[in-house]
C-alpha cells in the first residue's frame, strides 16, 4: 500500500523558515513526478510546487516562487519542500503528492497526482 507522509510542519514567525519532508513507501517512486499542496482555512486546496522524476523540471506557483524550494533524494524516496522567508498568507495545511506518471499533468487541476498524504500544518505569526 502506498504511503506519503508529510513531517516539519510548524509555528514559525514570519521571514522565518521550515523545511518539509514527504517520506514515501509502499513502493518505488523514483520514476514519477511528486507535487506539494496547501489548503488553507476556509480556502480550496491549491498547487505549490511539482517535480519531475528527474528533477529536469521544476514549477512552482508564483505566489513561492524564489522563497520556496522542492527537492528530492530518491535515494530516500523522500521528497522535501524548502520555505524561506515565509509571511502569515502560507499558512496552511500542507499535502505531498505522488502522480503514476514521470512528468506532472498541468492540464489537470491536480496535477495528474494519484496518491496523497494527510498533511503537515504550517502557521506563519505576523
Known amino acids: 500500500q502506498v504511503q506519503l507522509v508529510e513531517s516539519g510542519g510548524g509555528l514559525v514567525q514570519a521571514g522565518g523558515s521550515l523545511r518539509l519532508s514527504c517520506a514515501a513507501s509502499?513502493?518505488?517512486?523514483?520514476?514519477?513526478?511528486m507535487a506539494w499542496f496547501r489548503q488553507a482555512p476556509r480556502q480550496e486546496r491549491e498547487f505549490v510546487a511539482a517535480?519531475?522524476?528527474?528533477?529536469?523540471?521544476?514549477m512552482y506557483t508564483d505566489s513561492v516562487r524564489s522563497r520556496f524550494t522542492n527537492s528530492r533524494d530518491n535515494a530516500k524516496n523522500t521528497l522535501y519542500l524548502q520555505m524561506n522567508n515565509l509571511k502569515p498568507e502560507d499558512t496552511a495545511v500542507y499535502f505531498c503528492?505522488?502522480?503514476?506518471?514521470?512528468?506532472?499533468?498541468?492540464?489537470?487541476?491536480?496535477?495528474?497526482?494519484?496518491?496523497w498524504g494527510k498533511g503537515t500544518l504550517v502557521t506563519v505569526s505576523s
Open positions: 509502499g513502493r518505488s517512486f523514483t520514476t514519477n513526478a
Open positions: 517535480r519531475t522524476w528527474l528533477g529536469t523540471s521544476t
Open positions: 503528492a505522488c502522480s503514476l506518471a514521470p512528468y506532472p499533468d498541468t492540464n489537470d487541476p491536480d496535477y495528474g497526482m494519484r496518491y
